[in-house]
């Protein structure tokens, strides 16, 4: 991609993400949104930020689960330092897949190869994905008595299944690319394809991977109903958890800076439909994004430090160094055998 085509697409962006702030400041009294975000330093608003950061090392440890298929991978604590930096750049760069990016990248610093990395992530996601996509199947009936528009209805039905649609599609990537000409991403993304039939045919470490991203959901829900509360939102967590898929499915668009726009027009659509006030919703979603941004922050720190590149596992280092006696060993045997003839 040349550099002209991604300043384009920024630009583009940009456009979309101040389009939706517009359509929102139209709709919104922005100032009562603002009041209330200045209020809300509660009780509530503190649960709501320490639930959000407990879904890192939930994620770490899923990640950890995805590649200990592998025979190199770092520990769960580095891992969790590259989550960490990857929050950071998805919050500062334009597209919200940056931080996977950055990701994959320190995974190949550390010695793994670097295509698995990407793979490995990206079957990360959608496991998440996956959990979302339940919630959302299950709570349609809600969602679809809760808009009042056609229109409304028909973009929570089309984002349903366009979900599912890529979910399966994971599963045939490697068929589907079979007619096209071979690439690196075409074999990347048929090997993601083997890689996800890989995972769903080993029980138990796929049912870990689903338990964890349930886990990591059903934070991510919890912080949505704390941060809710600090702004007068006061609804259920069931409520909450029919809610927050679409938005999170909807906010995967990549049209807007980092989500921005995105997910605060969705929201307050959402929420007005069960009866929460514009500016309430408003407050909800942007004070979601800056807890984002205050856990992302120290992101922000390893990287700068390189510190979760400083320090490799040391159980990989005592294998690294148990291979390789072996091998020496080895050679000094077949050596000696060799003069012994």
Known sequence: MTPIVRRAITGGRLLVTAGLFWFLVSRVDVGQAADLISKSMSRSLFAGVLVLAATIPVNALRWHTILASRSKFPSNFTLLKIILVGLFFNQVLPTGVGGDAVRSWRCKQL????????????????????ILVILYAAGLP??????????????????????????????ILDWVTSFAPRSAVITLLADLSRDARRLCSEFSRLATVLFLSGLGI???????????????????????LIIVPPVALIQLLPVSLAGWGVREATLVVVLAGVGVPNENGLATSLLFGLCQLVIALPGGLIWLTGWDLKHPDKRQMATSAAVKSLDANSVSNLTSGERGS
Do not use: C, H, N, Q
Request: no cysteine; aromatic share 12%.
């Open 111 to 130: 010695g793994i190869d670097l295509r698995a990395a990407i793979r490995s992530i990206l079957i990360e996601r959608a496991s998440g994905y996956f």
């Open 142 to 171: 809600f969602l679809l008595a809760a808009m009042p528009e056609a229109f409304e209805k028909r973009v929570i039905l089309a984002v349903l299944l366009a979900a599912i649609g890529g979910l399966a599609l994971l599963f």
């Open 218 to 240: 059903g934070l991510t829900v919890l912080s949505f109903k704390f941060l809710g509360d600090s702004v007068s939102v006061e609804l259920s967590y069931l409520t909450w």
